[in-house]
């Protein structure tokens, strides 16, 4: 089955744009397949985004952004490949995707703020794809967004200092930023 849905650009576009493309995007229904496990994939996705097998980088991009669309996590936190007949497990470093491009319209409660993603998808930060500060034991805070089926995208450094900026610029306390008609602190644990 080969890919067909090219990567979602923010170049260009407005948030509106941006939100009728994400809703044109067809993902299979993996929370609706609930196979028997079959086993390991032999995939991992480091803690910088690169797609592994067998200890190789996946390098064709269509692959990964394939791939990306029939993964789901586990409620026990684990992540899996799932199609109608077979779910295998992937190792999955920090999350599953990374946020790599932000696009901010509007400002305080009327801001919409769109991310791209690391896998050729994009979202609208809001209530359905919430922003959360997690501690990383590895690394310190990390800002992630839900993506979707319990898959997060970490934020980079990039965004979240632009973030930080809103915030500052704003003067919001607790330090955050709205999106789409909701608020996001910026502060670990709050």
Known sequence: MPERQPPIELQGISLAE???????RRLPPVDRWNPTHCGDSRMRIARDGTWYHDGAPISRSAMVRLFSTILRREPDGSHV???????????????AFRAVE??????RRD??????????????LGADHPLRIAEDGAGGPSPR????????????RAIYYELAEIALAEGNDPPGVWSDGTFFTLMPGA
């Open 145 to 156: 967004v839900l993506v979707r089926h319990g898959l997060e995208a970490e934020l980079s």
């Open 18 to 24: 941006l939100q009728a493309a994400i809703d044109m």
């Open 102 to 107: 932000m696009q901010s319209e509007g400002t």
């Open 81 to 95: 490949l799932v199609t109608p007949v077979e779910k295998l497990t992937v190792e999955v470093e920090a999350t």
């Open 111 to 124: 801001r919409k703020i769109g991310l791209t993603l690391d896998s050729g998808d994009a979202l609208i």
